[in-house]
Every structure is written in structure tokens, then in C-alpha cells.
């Protein structure tokens, strides 16, 4: 397998450019994709009196799917989005450096942004670069909705603050997903050991875009041996404590040896030096037992951070949130004035659904803060599969909110 990465972005305008210049910028992201998984490229344009561009931005790449170029729109933001798709597998070249080109003329002024991608040496994990970057920021909340209303083959992924970039594919299966350093992890009903995804790249038939056939996922299988998996977590340094029914019950270590961390309690969350949070006390590997001081009983989402673990509660005003070290001691960090919603965020940004004006809702608080909306399905836009990649917007029908731990 080989890493094709980001390097540099620049900025061309013509030498006739007028005092006031119109600028063009092409971003691709994420900075390190594996095999075929798509590259977004996004190009943004900015008239000379410094207003949102308008017109079409060329796009090309020197190889993949890219080679013939495509005319993209800029939108009422002044941004062209399109895919860039290239698998080393099938055209060895996407293995070495490539250019990506965009043009734009504003202004009588004729434009040229440029973005390479180069590859690096030596590999990492599967979704991630060797640095461990993947498309996702570390220590936020995504979705995992649907394309199509009252179906589960065309799930997608998605940060709620940009439902229409989405990855794919999933099956109709997916249990108790989890992220780790911006990659997602789960189980499947029926089936054994735990899941890790990689993105698949968009079908193209007769020039549509279409949702990637079940023959073409990437995803690794992790423990297999250990047959279906009811429950995991994943600890900040990327420890995985799992069950194995397949032997007896309870949690087990990566290496597949039972830990001292098995108990019939619930755990809450999986954290550093391979300690466990439980509803009122942190267990540590060797066993010890430290009772919540001061006491307090955890009943909304909780997530392992350095040196210890964040936790929620309900209270009559709202939603409290403390500070958990591996002692067992406790500090209160803020509140929230609501109830305890579905996830934190690393920040301590606490994130729930809602339903406004006839449209699911994603909503966000911050610590001491009001809640204020990040996603609604009233913004959603018909999708379009006659482009490449297609547009779309994910939809919460059946959705998760999906965190880390």
C-alpha cells in the first residue's frame, strides 16, 4: 500500500493582474489518503473588490479521475467542490507525486491555483496517514445518517458542520460505532471480530455516480477469532478493550489475554494506563478500586481524555460536567443549561439531537454556554448522482451520533 500526501498549495494570477486582484486558492484534503479513497478538492475564488466569485472553475489532475477536466460551479459561498479519485492498484503513476490544477478567470484576469500530492515513504494505519491524521478532526462528534430515508444501504459519514461531504460505505449492520484519532470503528451484528473503515470511492456507471457496490469495502477485520463482539472501547492511546464471546464472557486486552479490568459493572469508558471509568468508580489494571470523591454518579455521556476521563449528569437546572483522575478524584469543570445531551467532544462540547419546524436537528453547548444549531435537514438539497462524485447531504433517519470511547 502506498500514502499519497499533501504538500503545498499555491497561488498563480496573471501578470496583468489589476491593483485589487482576484485570487484563487485550491485546497485538497485529508493530507494523507491510502489506495483509491477520494481526495476533496475544493477551489475558492474571490473577486477583485473582494466579493464571493462567480462563474465555473476548470479542475484537472495530471492522472485518475481527474485526467479529463470538469467545469464545477462556484457556489453562493464563491467555493467549486469536486473528488479526486486515484488508486495505485490500477494506475501504478498515483503512487508518485501528482498535480492537481484549477483555472478561473475573473476580472478579465485569467487564474491558476495548483495543489500536489506526493507520497511519502514508510505506511500507517489503515484511515490514517503515518502520523495518524485522517479526514475527521481528533476528538469530534460525527454522524453516521443515511443518503435515502427509510434505507440502510447507502449510510454515510459526515461531520454535522458539513452534512454534504460525506465518506462511504457501510453495512446495513453497523453496532456501537466509535471513533478513535478521527477513524471509526464498529461491530456487526452476525458477524465476527471488530470493524475498521476505510472509505470506499463512488461507483461510476454510464457516467453516474453511484453509491459503491458491497464487493468493493475495504474494511479491516480486527479479533476475529474472538467471533461477534458485543461491546469495545478504546482508550486515547489507542488500546482496545473488548469482549470475547467466542471464549467466555467479559473484557479483554488487544493481546487477547483477560485483564484484571473484567467486572459485571458498566463500563463507561476505556482510559490511560489501561484504567476503566465505571458509573461511580475508576478501576485501574491492577485491579484497585477508587471510589468517586467527591461521590457522583455518571448518567450522561462520558469520554476518556488525558490523565483521566470527562463525565456528565443530570440535575434538576441541567447538565453538570466534571473532571475524573485516575485516583478517583473528582473536580466539576461547568455546566450546561440543558439536559445531558448524546456525546462530548474532546473540548467538552456536548452534542444532541432535536426537532425544529419539522426538521431533525443537530445541536451544540458548549461548557457554561447556550446550545446553538449546527445541522438541520431544512438546509438538506435534493441530491444529484449525475455528477462525479455526486452531491449530496447526509440524512439523520436512523442515525448515530458517533464519538470517541
Known amino acids: 500500500m502506498r500514502l499519497i500526501g499533501w504538500m503545498a498549495v499555491m ?17 485538497v484534503f485529508p493530507k494523507s489518503v491510502t489506495d483509491g479513497t477520494p481526495v476533496q478538492v475544493r477551489a475558492i475564488g474571490t473577486s477583485a473588490d473582494g466579493k464571493i466569485g462567480m462563474g465555473t472553475v476548470r479542475i484537472t489532475a495530471e492522472l485518475g479521475s481527474l485526467v479529463d477536466p470538469v467545469e464545477v460551479t462556484l457556489d453562493g459561498y464563491g467555493t467549486a467542490r469536486t473528488e479526486w479519485v486515484c488508486d495505485p492498484g490500477t494506475e501504478p503513476g498515483c503512487a508518485d507525486t501528482t498535480r492537481i490544477t484549477a483555472t478561473w478567470t475573473s476580472d478579465k484576469v485569467d487564474l491558476t491555483a495548483e495543489a500536489r500530492l506526493t507520497a511519502p515513504t514508510g ?48 453495512p446495513c449492520s453497523v453496532r456501537g460505532p466509535k471513533l478513535h484519532s478521527g477513524v471509526l470503528y464498529y461491530t456487526q451484528t452476525s458477524v465476527p471480530g471488530l470493524h475498521r473503515f476505510r472509505e470506499d470511492s463512488w461507483d461510476r456507471v454510464d457516467g453516474q455516480a453511484r453509491y459503491p457496490s458491497p464487493d468493493k469495502r475495504r474494511d479491516d477485520v480486527l479479533f476475529a477469532s474472538c467471533g461477534e463482539i458485543g461491546g469495545f472501547r478504546i482508550a486515547p492511546g489507542g488500546n482496545i478493550l473488548h469482549d470475547c464471546a467466542a471464549r467466555s464472557t467479559g473484557f479483554y486486552f488487544i493481546d487477547g489475554v483477560q485483564s484484571a479490568i473484567a467486572t459485571s459493572e458498566s463500563v ?3 482510559g490511560d494506563q489501561n484504567s476503566v471509568l465505571l458509573s461511580s468508580a475508576v478501576l485501574t489494571s491492577d485491579g484497585m478500586r477508587h471510589s468517586l470523591s467527591p461521590s457522583v454518579y455518571f448518567t450522561g455521556p462520558t469520554l476518556a481524555v488525558s490523565g483521566g476521563y470527562l463525565g456528565t449528569t443530570d440535575t434538576t437546572a441541567g447538565c453538570d460536567l466534571y473532571r475524573v483522575m485516575l485516583d478517583g478524584s473528582v473536580t466539576k469543570e461547568g455546566s450546561y443549561p440543558v439536559r445531558c445531551g448524546l456525546a462530548l467532544e474532546r473540548d467538552g462540547t456536548m ?55
Open 11 to 27: 497561488v498563480v494570477a496573471a501578470a496583468c493582474a489589476p491593483k485589487g486582484e482576484p485570487a484563487l486558492v485550491l485546497e
Open 123 to 170: 505506511g500507517g494505519a489503515v484511515g490514517a496517514s503515518s502520523a495518524g491524521e485522517s479526514r475527521w478532526a481528533s476528538g469530534k462528534v460525527l454522524v453516521l445518517g443515511t443518503l435515502q430515508e427509510g434505507s440502510c444501504s447507502v449510510d454515510a459519514l459526515a461531520d454535522p458542520r458539513r452534512p454534504t461531504t460525506v465518506a462511504v460505505a457501510f
Open 351 to 405: 452534542l444532541f439531537t432535536g426537532y425544529a419546524g419539522g426538521n431533525d436537528t443537530i445541536l451544540e453547548v458548549p461548557v457554561n454556554g447556550m446550545p446553538s444549531t449546527i445541522y438541520t435537514e431544512a438546509d438538506a438539497t435534493p441530491p444529484d448522482y449525475s455528477r462525479y462524485p455526486p452531491r449530496v447531504y447526509v440524512k439523520m433517519h436512523g442515525s448515530e451520533l458517533v464519538g470517541e470511547n
Open 268 to 270: 463507561r469508558a476505556f
